[in-house]
Nanobody, 117 residues
């Protein structure tokens, strides 16, 4: 079972930027489909960005044009660059491998993103 370690969250003002990182232990990372999810208080966890092994990306409507997902296969790491942040982006952010359309690994601890003035 791979381990997921997220980092990079913090407190940022509206309009600001953050870059999240997620390192995945184990082999074969380069062929995995990876996703960034977020969970706000009182809400279900939602998928916000996806990157396939070939580098193709996809985004939720709420993050399209503001967030960019990328990966470094040599470092077993997936990133989420978040720009023009809004208060509604406040959540705990998690990454996971996506297999057969669902998160595949045990969730990591996540990283808190708070957007507030």
């Amino acid at each position: 079972q791979a381990q997921l370690v997220e980092s990079g969250g913090g407190l940022v003002q509206p309009g600001g930027s953050l870059r999240l990182s997620c390192t995945v232990s184990g082999n074969n990372f380069k062929i995995y489909t990876m996703g960034w999810y977020r969970q706000a208080p009182g809400s279900q966890r939602e998928l916000v960005a996806t990157i396939f092994g070939n580098g193709t990306t996809g985004y939720a409507e709420s993050t399209k044009g503001r967030f960019t997902i990328s990966r470094d296969n040599l470092k077993n790491t997936v990133y989420l660059q978040m720009n023009t942040l809004k208060p509604e982006d406040t959540a705990v952010y998690y990454c996971n491998r996506i297999a057969r359309g669902s998160p595949n690994y045990i969730w990591g601890q996540g990283t808190q993103v708070t957007v507030s003035s």
